[in-house]
């Protein structure tokens, strides 16, 4: 089992930043793939990015195209904790951000396939 716990979100102006953390609790971090989700009100919760281990201290990172170049997914293994950088924030990132973990390494643009989730974090970007 793993537990997951979002911190983070908050208000922040169009054109500021934001990091979102997410810790882990349970079995093995570093075994895991992990995304960050998100839902906007009234809308289907969607992919954002997610980050999968491919080797020797090597992880390999997806970016949906409307935050590629604004938002970066990292981890830091030693303290069980998936991070993800908002930079360059527009209104249309507002949402509830999820931190989700899964044991698959493919198809991780699929929500579906995600065991585990956190509550969520507001954001909200003004404009």
């Known amino acids: 089992q793993v537990q997951l716990a979002e911190s983070g979100g908050g208000l922040v102006q169009a054109g500021g930043s934001l990091r979102l953390s997410c810790a882990a609790s349970?079995?093995?971090?570093?075994?895991?793939?992990m995304a960050w989700f998100r839902q906007a009100p009234g809308k289907e919760r969607e992919f954002v990015t997610s980050?999968?281990?491919?080797?020797?201290?090597?992880?390999?990172?997806d970016y949906a195209d409307s935050v590629k170049g604004r938002f970066t997914i990292s981890r830091d293994n030693a303290k069980n904790t998936l991070y993800l950088q908002m930079n360059s924030l527009k209104p249309e990132d507002t949402a509830v951000y999820y931190c989700?973990?899964?044991?698959?390494?493919?198809?991780?643009?699929?929500?579906?396939?995600?065991?585990?989730w956190g509550q969520g974090t507001q954001v909200t970007v003004s404009s």
């Open positions: 989700a973990a899964t044991e698959r390494q493919r198809d991780l643009r699929l929500r579906s396939l995600y065991d585990y």
């Open positions: 349970g079995r093995t971090f570093s075994r895991y793939s």
């Open positions: 980050v999968r281990w491919i080797g020797v201290n090597t992880y390999y990172a």
